[in-house]
T-cell receptor, first 110, second 121 residues
């Protein structure tokens, strides 16, 4: 099945800093989603982005499908951005199941 | 966006009891729902896929007699952990897939419930 890897595994930043999170996947995909899991466990949808670029406020994401990676950008980080960020993908050749990456744990220090 | 409601949010029970978790899509119809399990500081692992009106499909290594899934309607799926034991303690999350109308290719966005933290004593 598809392999989804994220980097870095952990990231500690000062409030106000910018960050880039990376997601590599091993197959071509028809679904690529980014999530933020808050401290209470809720998964919040950030982007549905199997290709292209999208922006939502301080967050933006880019997926380069031909090179099999996606990037999540967070600008002017706030303490409320802390949590775990997951990307998840569905392979074009798979079984329509969303496979999660290993996650990036982001900690924003005041 | 689409809302998925999951209840209860927290369950503490004695070993040997059964626990039922409900997952509802509030403002859309979900032909497919998914159940995930997450251990502390780990990623989400798919347990099973349920389609309305048919039997659930379980992932390898997941005991179907231990984790009973019912998807009786387009808006409700339930997971019952039967005869729960301490090793079943975990964070269980349901998800429902939305099909975007009008797309040439079905674009399946999954939305997630808030999760249920199960502690078996």
């Amino acid at each position: 099945g598809i392999q989804v890897e994220q980097s870095p595994p952990d990231l500690i930043l000062q409030e106000g800093a910018n960050s880039t999170l990376r997601c590599n996947f091993s197959d071509s995909v028809n679904n690529l989603q980014w999530f933020h899991q808050n401290p209470w466990g809720q998964l919040i949808n950030l982007f549905y982005i199997p290709s292209g670029t999208k922006q939502n406020g301080r967050l933006s994401a880019t997926t380069v499908a031909t090179e099999r990676y996606s990037l999540l950008y967070i600008s002017s980080s706030q303490t409320t951005d802390s949590g775990v960020y997951f990307c998840a993908a569905i392979s074009n050749f798979g079984n329509e199941k969303l496979t999660f990456g290993t996650g990036t744990r982001l900690t924003i220090i005041p | 966006g689409a809302v998925v409601s999951q209840h209860p949010s927290r369950v503490i029970c004695k070993s040997g009891t059964s626990v039922k978790i409900e997952c509802r899509s509030l403002d859309f119809q979900a032909t497919t729902m998914f159940w995930y399990r997450q251990f502390p500081k780990q990623s989400l692992m798919l347990m099973a896929t349920s389609n309305e009106g048919s039997k659930a499909t379980y992932e390898q290594g997941v005991e179907k007699d231990k984790f009973l899934i019912n998807h009786a309607s387009l808006t409700l799926s339930t997971l019952t952990v039967t005869s729960a034991h301490p090793e079943d303690s975990s964070f269980y999350i349901c998800s429902a897939r939305v099909r975007l109308a009008g797309a040439k290719i079905a674009k399946n966005i999954q939305y997630f419930g808030a999760g249920t933290r199960l502690s078996v004593l």
